[in-house]
């Protein structure tokens, strides 16, 4: 896990799925005892780091780990829904992330 620099959230306050992966990135960067930068509408950074859609677009919001090499990696780029429920699994974000970090899922 050393290999983590810092963590990084594109978003936009008006969108709906804000708030829930400011939520995972607080508590991920807390967990993890790392920085966390807030980007807000930074589409060059999400252009550049993040997924895209099939125009070729990156869309927010779009958390990232920043490695100590400065390889710059999504960890969670959309927010999963539960078949049962149909609403945000934020259960599962949080282990897609710590998955895409490396880290143990429990």
């Known amino acids: 896990m050393s290999n983590v620099k810092k963590i ?3 978003t936009a306050k008006h969108l ?3 708030k829930y992966f400011e939520n995972i990135a607080k508590e991920l960067a807390n967990e993890l005892n ?3 930068e807030i980007l807000e509408e930074d589409y060059v950074f999400v252009n550049t780091y993040g997924e895209k859609d099939e125009f070729g677009l990156a ?3 779009q ?4 490695m100590h090499n400065n390889v710059v990696k999504p960890i969670l780029t959309k ?3 539960s078949e049962r429920t149909l609403e ?4 599962k974000a949080k282990r897609i992330a710590k998955e895409a970090l490396g880290l143990p899922v429990h």
């Not at 958390?63 to 920043?66: G, K």
């Not at 945000?88 to 259960?91: L, V």
């Open 34 to 36: 790392m920085e966390l």
């Open 63 to 66: 958390l990232f780990a920043v």
């Open 8 to 10: 990084v959230l594109v």
């Open 79 to 81: 927010l999963p829904i």
């Open 59 to 61: 869309w927010l919001p």
């Open 16 to 18: 709906p799925q804000h």
């Open 88 to 91: 945000f699994d934020i259960e």
